[in-house]
């Protein structure tokens, strides 16, 4: 069936450093993927999205790209804030249940000033 | 405006008690998801409403669990004969539709269940 692995954590980085969340996933056909967060406290927040292949989803200085021939979906950001700091999760939806989120265990990212 | 809310936001019980887990979704939203999370894990899917109808069960664990959600809006999870394999976190999400998951899902604080 449909999987998503994700890098394990905790991810300590200081302030300003470059990041990345490593997350491949095991689909048939043609998944819609995400990158959700959750801050302490909180519900799980969609980050950004992609939808086909080499689609690149963006939000808050946060980047993905959809690639199918690595089946890889890392999530980067060129500069850290320690607001950052959260639980991030990668997940896909298959387009025979596009309803129906699939998760990774999700990565803890520590940001210290 | 107001996000998902559930309630409660913690729950302890005792093994066999049933317990009922509330979601409340935001308003207008066609969708609604019922997950669960085990710790150090991502969420794993339960079931599906579009409007008043369950569109999909086959996360349900066994028949200890059922959900509903009568008028297309509140939705209720029901877990009877609790057991201590059920302690997790139980996520509610809602979504404007069911298209292709286009706009994400929306997802609540989750009620923390533990079962003694």
């Known amino acids: 069936g449909d999987s998503v692995t994700q890098m394990e954590g905790p991810v300590t980085l200081s302030e300003e450093a470059f990041l990345t969340i490593n997350c491949t996933y095991t689909?048939?056909?043609?998944?819609?993927l995400f990158w959700y967060v959750q801050y302490p406290g909180e519900g799980l927040q969609l980050l950004l999205k992609?939808?086909?292949?080499?689609d690149k989803g963006s939000n808050k200085g946060f980047e993905a790209t959809y690639r199918k021939e690595t089946t890889s979906f890392h999530l980067e950001k060129g500069s850290v804030q320690v607001s950052d700091s959260a639980v991030y999760f990668c997940?896909?939806?298959?387009?025979?249940?596009?309803?129906?989120?699939?998760f990774g265990s999700g990565t803890r990212l520590l940001v210290r000033p | 405006g107001a996000g998902v809310s559930q309630s409660p936001r913690y729950k302890v019980t005792k093994r066999g008690q049933d317990v009922a887990l509330r979601c409340d979704p935001i308003?207008?939203?066609?969708?609604l998801y019922w997950y669960r999370q085990a710790l150090g894990q991502g969420p794993e899917f339960l079931t599906y409403?579009?409007?008043?109808?369950?569109?999909?069960k086959s996360g349900l664990p066994n028949d200890r669990f059922s959900a509903e959600r009568p008028e297309g809006s509140i939705s209720t999870l029901t877990i009877q004969r609790t057991e201590q394999r059920d302690s997790a976190m139980y996520r509610c999400?809602?979504?404007?539709?069911?298209?292709?998951?286009?706009?994400?899902?929306?997802f609540g604080p989750g009620t923390r269940l533990t079962v003694l």
């Open positions: 999400a809602s979504s404007p539709n069911d298209y292709g998951n286009v706009q994400g899902q929306f």
């Open positions: 689909a048939t056909g043609y998944p819609s």
């Open positions: 992609a939808t086909k292949a080499d």
């Open positions: 997940a896909l939806s298959d387009q025979g249940s596009s309803y129906k989120l699939i």
């Open positions: 308003s207008g939203h066609v969708s």
């Open positions: 409403f579009n409007y008043e109808a369950q569109q999909d």
